[in-house]
């Protein structure tokens, strides 16, 4: 029952960790595409710009941001992964802190926006206008978004609980184990093996086989004695 509950359980840690994997994976695809964006409207505008040779070179930093974050999820993800089909309890261990400290992450981003006003001028200036428009999109679709990061939010959650659960079984299922081993160990000092009956050793002693029972007394009729002279 237990090892069926730990394998359904490891089931859903991989399903809940697909949600983290594919915002990684969407985020590193949108990364690209701005990539893309970024290196053509700077070729379109390198007559413009000859005095400045380093907007060749360096990507803003929302698109470093947005790819960073992209592969850091998708790290978590691939982790989280090998932890649910291994069940070991280092990954275990590793992934649920990861994933708590995401969550804190999260938790102050949210809480910075929603209590700090001012929170754009806190952010450095982006060449690219790709965080503007980032931003457009997100409040023209905010029911959207919000249903979205509510998801992620849970997903991270779910991870987490669910990865310190199935670490919680393994513990105890090493621990009986090993206790069971240790119990079977003493038995059998305790107990040493008897020898077998069959195939003994060749250099072993044979003794001649004999039988105890009561004395029996033999007499002579005197018949015998006559015919032997007596």
Same mark, same amino acid.
């Given at each position: ?20 994997? %594919?915002?990684?994976? *969407? ?49 978590? *993800? ?8 291994? *069940?070991?309890? +280092?990954?275990? %261990? ?13 938790? *102050? ?22 965080? @503007? ?9 905010? +029911? ?5 990061? #509510? #998801? ?19 513990? @105890? ?8 081993? !240790?119990?079977?160990? !003493? ?35 005197? !018949? ?7």
């Amino acid at each position: 029952m237990a090892r069926t509950m730990k394998k359904c359980l490891q089931s859903s840690l991989k399903i809940v960790n697909s949600v983290i994997a %594919s915002l990684g994976i *969407a985020m590193i695809f949108y990364g690209l595409w701005m990539v893309r964006v970024w290196g053509r409207d700077v070729c379109d505008d390198c007559d413009a710009h000859h005095h400045d040779q380093d907007l060749k070179t360096t990507l803003p930093w929302f698109i470093h941001a947005f790819l960073g974050i992209g592969i850091a999820l998708c790290g978590i *993800a691939c982790l989280g992964h090998f932890a649910a089909k291994t *069940a070991n309890i +280092h990954c275990l %261990s590793c992934y649920s802190i990861i994933i708590f400290i995401l969550i804190l992450l999260d938790t *102050a981003m949210i809480a910075d926006v929603l209590l700090n006003s001012n929170w754009e001028k806190d952010l450095p200036d982006d060449p690219s206008g790709r965080f @503007d428009d980032f931003k457009k999109f997100v409040q023209d679709n905010i +029911h959207i978004c919000q249903w979205v990061a #509510l #998801l992620i939010f849970l997903s991270q959650g779910c991870s987490m609980l669910i990865a310190t659960i199935i670490r919680t079984l393994a513990e @105890d299922e090493k621990y009986y184990q090993s206790h069971h081993d !240790e119990e079977q160990v !003493e038995g059998d000092h305790h107990h040493p093996p008897r020898m077998p009956l069959l195939n003994q050793p060749a250099n072993s002693q044979v003794f001649p086989a004999y039988v105890i029972g009561e004395p029996q007394l033999f007499y002579h009729c005197p !018949e015998d004695w006559k015919s032997a002279g007596f």
